[in-house]
């Protein structure tokens, strides 16, 4: 009999391999493995910042501070690669100020006893303020390693090729899924998503698990700043507009239940991926506007929505 909480995640593979099957179909050219290398290389980035959006809805929080982490990790990186400053300084140095940033919204969030949604907001406004202060213009960026690193491509058998960007958010990944499952920290996550009452009464680290997560999903969004860097080559205040909704999305439609405890990375993944094959299609397509992607992701929304409320309601009934 299989479990419950494995069905949205195989809806969301079904979704996925129905709705690239039926592009195939009525596309040439549509069903190749580069078509499907192309989805990660155009959402490498928002490959990353869902892992930690991941967590942190796992956790029974949510962070809208996403997007806006972006953009100031583009801005500040533009800024001081312009300035002269090396690259193996600037990275390590943004991806420091994400987590920083993450960290003093989760003890903010835990100590102060404050909404998640509020906190981020907050948040979200702040990094979004900051883009401004350092410049309301584009910061082209002509740094050498940054060119090199957008322009390289690793070639794979059979003429196909991905980016670094690719590989960066696969490793991410990876170390997402053996983060959720394989470490103590994981079930803690899963635990203070799933009651945090409980969790309190079992012993667990509810402070320092809170603002970790937080700090995860701020070092996430500034990592899909900097590979977000790579692919734009600029920094400005606008890039990543509404992203975080765009991971909010990806993680629901991949099976994570918005109340926290229940969900996976894998699942996540296949989520970002749908959202890439509706684009691609509609690319293919050519007469569609690219609104009808939000069009359809709000609709498979609702879908989800609907869906990990009858779960719930079940199991609550199960256990009555």
């Given at each position: 009999m299989l479990k419950r909480q494995y069905f949205p995640i195989l809806v969301t593979v079904g979704l996925f391999?129905?709705?690239?099957?039926?592009g195939s179909f009525r596309y040439t050219g549509f069903f190749s493995l580069q078509v499907l290398l192309n989805l990660m290389i155009d959402n490498s980035f928002l490959l990353i910042a869902?892992?930690?959006?991941?967590?942190?809805?796992?956790?029974?929080?949510?962070?809208?501070?996403?997007g806006s982490v972006i953009a100031m990790t583009t801005m500040i990186s533009a800024s001081l690669l312009q300035a002269g400053w090396s690259p193996a300084v600037v990275i390590p140095l943004v991806l420091a100020i994400g987590a920083l940033f993450g960290w003093g919204m989760g003890a903010i969030i835990?100590?102060?006893?404050?909404?998640?949604?509020?906190?981020?907001?907050?948040?979200?406004?702040?990094?979004?303020?900051?883009?401004?202060?350092?410049?309301?213009?584009?910061?082209?960026?002509?740094?050498?390693?940054?060119t090199s690193v957008a322009q390289t491509k690793?070639?794979?058998?059979?003429?196909?090729?991905?980016?670094?960007?690719?590989?960066?958010?696969?490793?991410?990944?990876?170390?997402?899924?053996?983060?959720?499952?394989?470490?103590?920290?994981?079930?803690?996550?899963?635990?203070?998503?799933?009651?945090?009452?409980?969790?309190?009464l079992m012993g667990l680290p509810i402070a320092m698990t809170k603002m970790s997560v937080y700090a995860f999903s701020g070092l996430c969004?500034?990592?899909?700043?900097?590979?977000?860097?790579?692919?734009?080559?600029?920094?400005?205040?606008?890039?990543?507009?509404?992203?975080?909704l765009d991971a909010i999305a990806a993680v629901v439609i991949g099976g994570t239940?918005?109340?926290?405890?229940?969900g996976y990375i894998a699942g996540t993944f296949f989520g970002v991926m749908i959202q890439g094959v509706i684009q691609t299609i509609i690319s293919f397509?050519?007469?569609?506007?690219?609104w009808w992607t939000k069009i359809v992701i709000g609709l498979l929304l609702?879908?989800?929505?609907?869906?990990?409320?009858?779960?719930?309601?079940?199991?609550?009934?199960?256990?009555h």
């Open positions: 391999a129905l709705m690239f099957a039926a869902t892992v930690g959006m991941t967590f942190v809805i796992l956790s029974g929080g949510i962070d809208l501070s996403v835990h100590y102060f006893k404050i909404q998640p949604f509020i906190v981020t907001l907050a948040g979200m406004f702040l990094a979004r303020g900051l883009c401004y202060i350092i410049s309301i213009n584009t910061i082209t960026i002509d740094n050498p390693f940054y690793i070639m794979l058998p059979g003429g196909n090729f991905i980016s670094v960007s690719v590989i960066i958010a696969l490793l991410v990944i990876a170390f997402g899924i053996y983060l959720a499952h394989y470490t103590r920290f994981g079930r803690n996550i899963y635990a203070v998503g799933g009651s945090e009452q409980s969790a309190v969004s500034a990592l899909a700043g900097v590979v977000f860097t790579f692919y734009m080559l600029s920094g400005y205040g606008l890039h990543a507009l509404g992203m975080e239940l918005l109340t926290g405890g229940v397509e050519g007469t569609l506007s690219s609702f879908v989800f929505i609907l869906l990990q409320r009858v779960l719930s309601e079940r199991s609550l009934a199960q256990k």
